[in-house]
Structures are given as structure tokens and as C-alpha cells.
């Protein structure tokens, strides 16, 4: 059972466009992380939102957790190629440790 | 200061075989984790260890086994190799005190069942 879904689940766009990826579940979770993974690595750690209606910018990253912890958001302003990737949000409680919950990932593909 | 570390990055096995894979944790992190992740898809949680126990465990056969060591490196092991095994296996540690702290996670070993 997926207990986070994201959507969508993949995304072709052009350089210079703005896109948004979400991150939804109808479970509570105490913090929720968004990664990045290119071919033949790990998932890189983009960002951690713990507070319910926080929003976290990292540079052209802009990400969002929902006012009741059961979402987030991820939006991209002016893609590059660079951003190629796929993103995984993931979510972790506080009563099951450091386990964390991954979503099925986005796989963005930023054309020049 | 080394990352997580985790060997070998590539391994053929044919089914009905056993494998085990081997991770290190990053320096001051006392709890990995393994995680499968197939293709396409996002990592899946195994199981977690810290001194030297399995303290969760995910939806997965007794067939996935693994063991934590003092020196706090782990290994997973895989008996009866099925076709359907093949994924990226990436361990991950953390801090057990330092609850919320972001994981580390490996390169991973890309796992593949002939």
C-alpha cells in the first residue's frame, strides 16, 4: 500500500518553465523530506518541512507542507537542464523511528 | 568524512542463489536502514537496525535477513533469489538521538536476477 502518492508521475517540459509537483496521503506525518536521484546514485536530501503550513525556499525551489501534515509541494520556477532528476518526497513519524515512507517519485526531464 | 558506503555497486545472481550486500554508515550515525527500490519506482523500507538488532521491520519475506555490527556496519542478505528481487538496494543511516535529523543515504547495489 502506497501511502503517499505523487503526482504526476512524469514531466517533460522546457527550459525556462515553472512546474509543481505534489506530494499527497491521507495519513498525518511528523516531517516530511523531498529528494533528489540521478541514474546510478542515492537520493540526495533537497529539504525537511516539520511545521504544518511551512513553506522552505532553496534558491529556485520552493517547497510547501500542508497546514495538516498530510501534503506537500514542490514547485520549480525557471527550469534548467540541471534539474533533470527524480524526486521523491518521503514521510516519517515520530513513533516509527527514523523509517521513512517514500512516494513513487517524479521524474522530471528539462529539455534545452 | 566518509558518506555512506555500501559494496559491491553492481552484482549478477541467478535465482534460487543468496546474496549479501554490505553497507557503512556515516561517521557519528549509529542506525542503517535498507531500503529496495525497483525500477521506476520509489524505495521501498526493509528493515532498520541499531545496536545491534532489527528494530522495524517492512512488509517483506523472512527470505530478507540482516545483521548490524559494533562497529555499526550492516548487512542484508537475500536467500532464494526470485526474479522479482532485482532492484536497487540503498542502505541509509541516521542518528538515533538526533531524531528528525536528515537520513544519509548510499549509492546503493543494483541487484540483478537471471
Known amino acids: 500500500t502506497q501511502l503517499l502518492e505523487q503526482s504526476p508521475q512524469f514531466l517533460s517540459i522546457q527550459e525556462g518553465e515553472n512546474l509543481t509537483v505534489y506530494c499527497n496521503s491521507s495519513?498525518?506525518?511528523?516531517?516530511l523530506q523531498w529528494y533528489r536521484q540521478e541514474p546510478g546514485e542515492g537520493p540526495v536530501l533537497l529539504v525537511t518541512v516539520v511545521t504544518g503550513g511551512e513553506v522552505k525556499k532553496l534558491k529556485r525551489l520552493t517547497f510547501q507542507f500542508g497546514d495538516a501534515r498530510k501534503d506537500s509541494s514542490l514547485h520549480i520556477t525557471a527550469a534548467q537542464p540541471g534539474d533533470t532528476g527524480l524526486y521523491l518526497c518521503?514521510?516519517?513519524?515520530?513513533?516509527?523511528?527514523?523509517?521513512?515512507?517514500f512516494g513513487e517519485g517524479t521524474q522530471l526531464t528539462v529539455n534545452p | 568524512d566518509a558518506g555512506v558506503t555500501q559494496s559491491p555497486t553492481h552484482l549478477i545472481k541467478t535465482r534460487g542463489q543468496q546474496v549479501t550486500l554490505r553497507c557503512s554508515p556515516k561517521?557519528?550515525?549509529?542506525?542503517v536502514s535498507w531500503y529496495q527500490q525497483a525500477l521506476g519506482q520509489g524505495p521501498q523500507f526493509i528493515f532498520q537496525?541499531?545496536?545491534?538488532?532489527?528494530?522495524q521491520r517492512g512488509n517483506f519475506p523472512d527470505r530478507f535477513s540482516g545483521h548490524q555490527f559494533p562497529n555499526y556496519s550492516s548487512e542484508l542478505n537475500v536467500n532464494a533469489l526470485l526474479l522479482g528481487d532485482s532492484a536497487l538496494y540503498l542502505c541509509?543511516?541516521?542518528?538515533?538521538?538526533?531524531?528528525?535529523?536528515?537520513?544519509?543515504f548510499g549509492d546503493g547495489t543494483r541487484l540483478s536476477i537471471l
Open positions: 541509509a543511516s541516521s542518528s538515533r538521538e538526533k531524531w528528525g535529523q536528515p537520513q544519509h
Open positions: 537496525y541499531y545496536e545491534e538488532e532489527e528494530r
Open positions: 495519513s498525518v506525518f511528523s516531517s
Open positions: 561517521s557519528g550515525h549509529d542506525t
Open positions: 518521503a514521510g516519517a513519524r515520530e513513533t516509527s523511528g527514523s523509517r521513512l515512507t
